[in-house]
């Protein structure tokens, strides 16, 4: 079952053409990695999916709803969640506020019930606390709830920002480089984390990586972006040994060497 | 934990008394002087937490305070004066009817003064909030000004640039301390929710607030228009307190007066704008001295008006340069650290909060 489908999206920013004639339909469960050259518009199309940019041509589909005309948070609520290229925490709040502030779509009570304390949102704010400190165990994080999200190390601020997007209760996880910066050991952890949360919150994932070891090593398809154009899909074999790919990441001389 | 449970409720209780017994105390004994200045502490708290609120905690820099406050003060006012007075008042352009004849208590005219100025502040905010920085600045500022201008010229309704006078007086102590307390009170609980969580989330990072799901429109408007409610508020205690009002008394100067309280007090700390706008209420009086005619050195300078706002404004250099983030940043003060301070406690750990 298709939980997410590009179909055909293209997006022009004045004359340059970003994307074009993106198509990706991913099922339900997947794990699949988008590659593909600096600028090649990888970032550009995650801006799509989650609403930030509204596609030129094409539409998209996510569990069968048209999604073009949503706003991102809308997207958000309907179960895509999102992580950032260049981290954005909210790095003056607690690592705790942050991975709360993701459940905030679930308040159900008004702003009157909250700020006089009813019953009905403090049985809300224990809830959304005590989940939010489950995930924060997930991610090993539940000793520095309290310190501020800014202050904390790279590595960790890469895995609160998961922790923060899992609150949203997302069926659809989109990851933007989550293993940028990263030394080899981290990556390494990184990798089965991905591979955990997906099973235990029976994700399905979408990854921009540079890193070829992580896109190689969990993805079981992969996309590979050039210049705006899908140039190759494919599993991680087929990928590493497409002449497309090597041209593109290589450039042409590599035919000749 | 069950021991400190009630230690807190009867800390909370007895500062409440106490509260109270000093407003009973100073509003029978204190000389109408010092009582007035104390009542400005009360008004000028409620405008900073308010505007704090906006700016500090959501991020939107707003300048139009002076305007909603301008709102609150002819709405009460307009519905709590006596139709004869009135009628001495409007004595070129007479006012329009239905408000020549209404006339309803101090209390619900306050209520109606904040509501009409929140859904003030949904129609200006609502068109206004898609905008950021600098921009909604200006724009904001514009509101303000056009609320002014508006208010100098509906002479049918407003008297224009002659402006109300006469107002009786129902502000006392117990009316600015209370809003006050309420509304230091209501924006905690509101900043400490889940809703505060989503406004503080858009003043860090708008993009990823989004992207979590944080509806901007709703939380900001949401902001604007309780900041709004608060400031037509102490709009019209403002009003029934000096007595008279006219358009000019709401210029830019006032707004700016609110935005030294916040900056100084710290953008995003209830605290800091507390104390803030207290010491500001009292060095405004104070510091009168250094507007009258003064010997100095042998030499004789005659009073001028507007000195006091040029030592606020070195306070306010001072203040950035040397406290980046003003005196309390977002830092606040707790219950708890009131409690620790009492008992001697150090400053304990807490284990899951």
């Known amino acids: ?257 | 934990m069950k021991k400190k449970k009630k230690d807190y409720f009867i800390l909370k209780i007895t500062t409440i008394l106490m509260v109270v017994v000093f407003v009973f105390i100073a509003q029978r004994n204190f000389d109408a002087y010092v009582v007035r200045i104390l009542n400005l502490c009360g008004i000028y708290v409620i405008l900073g937490v308010s505007l704090n609120l906006i700016n500090g905690f959501t991020g939107q820099f707003s300048l139009g305070h002076a305007g909603f406050m301008a709102i609150g003060a002819y709405v009460s006012a307009l519905l709590y004066m006596s139709p004869e007075l009135k009628e001495v008042n409007y004595f070129i352009t007479p006012i329009i009817w239905p408000l020549s004849v209404i006339q309803i208590p101090f209390v619900f005219s306050l209520i109606i003064a904040g509501l009409v100025s929140a859904g003030v502040g949904f129609l200006v905010g609502a068109p206004c909030l898609r905008l950021k920085g600098d921009y909604l600045a200006i724009v904001t500022f514009g509101f303000s000004e056009i609320i002014r201008v508006l208010f100098c010229n509906l002479q049918s309704i407003t008297n224009g640039p002659l402006g109300l006078k006469g107002l009786p007086s129902y502000t006392n102590l117990w009316w600015t301390w209370g809003m006050a307390i309420f509304t230091v009170w209501f924006v905690k609980n509101l900043i400490n929710s889940s809703y505060g969580r989503a406004l503080k989330s858009i003043r860090e990072d708008e993009v990823a607030a989004e992207a979590m799901g944080v509806n901007l429109f709703y939380h900001k408007v949401l902001s604007f228009v309780v900041g709004a409610f608060f400031a037509g508020i102490a709009g019209a205690l403002l009003g029934s307190l000096v007595m008279t009002i006219d358009p000019n008394t709401f210029s830019f100067f006032m707004t700016f007066q609110i935005i030294i309280i916040i900056v100084v007090g710290g953008l995003g700390s209830v605290t800091g704008t507390v104390i803030a706008g207290t010491v500001f209420a009292i060095l405004m009086e104070v510091l009168r001295s250094v507007e009258s005619p003064m010997r100095l050195f042998g030499l004789h300078i005659p009073g001028i008006p507007g000195m006091r706002m040029l030592i606020f404004s070195i306070l306010l250099m001072i203040v950035i340069l040397f406290f980046h983030q003003g005196l309390m940043g977002t830092k606040e003060w707790s219950w708890e650290w009131l409690y620790n301070k009492l008992t001697g406690n150090k400053k304990e750990i807490e284990e899951g909060s």
Do not use: W
């Not at chain 1, 609403?51 to 996510?62: H, L, N």
């Not at chain 1, 989109?174 to 089965?192: C, I, V």
């Not at chain 1, 890193?211 to 899908?230: A, E, F, N, Q």
């Open chain 1, 1 to 257: 079952m298709s939980i997410l489908k590009a179909d055909h999206i293209t997006i022009r920013f004045g004359g340059l053409t970003a994307v074009s004639n993106f198509y990706l339909n991913i099922k339900e469960g997947e794990l699949v990695g988008l590659i593909g050259p600096n600028g090649a518009g990888k970032t550009t199309v995650f801006n799509m999916l989650t609403g930030v940019y509204k596609p030129t041509k094409g539409k998209i589909y996510f569990n069968n709803q048209e999604i073009n005309k949503k706003k991102v948070d809308q997207i958000t609520a309907l179960g895509m969640a999102r992580t950032f290229q260049n981290i954005r925490l909210f790095t003056n709040l607690s690592v705790l506020d942050n991975v709360m502030v993701g459940c905030h779509l679930r308040i159900k009570s008004s702003v009157l019930n909250a700020v006089f304390y009813l019953p009905q949102y403090s049985q809300e704010e224990n809830n959304v606390r005590e989940e939010a400190k489950q995930l924060l165990k997930e991610v090993n994080l539940e000793k520095l709830k309290n310190n501020l999200a800014g202050g904390l190390p790279y590595g960790q601020q890469r895995k609160l920002e998961i922790a923060r997007a899992l609150a949203t209760r997302p069926r659809l996880l989109l990851l933007d480089e989550p293993a940028a910066g990263m030394n080899p050991h981290e990556t390494k952890d990184l990798m089965s984390f991905i591979q955990k949360i997906q099973e235990k919150f029976k994700l399905t994932i979408v990854l921009i990586e540079h890193d070829m070891k992580v896109v190689m090593g969990i993805c079981k398809r992969i996309l590979v972006l050039d210049y705006g154009i899908t140039i190759a899909e494919g599993n991680p074999v087929e990928i590493q040994h497409n002449p497309e790919v090597i041209k593109a990441y290589l450039g042409v001389e590599a035919h000749y060497a």
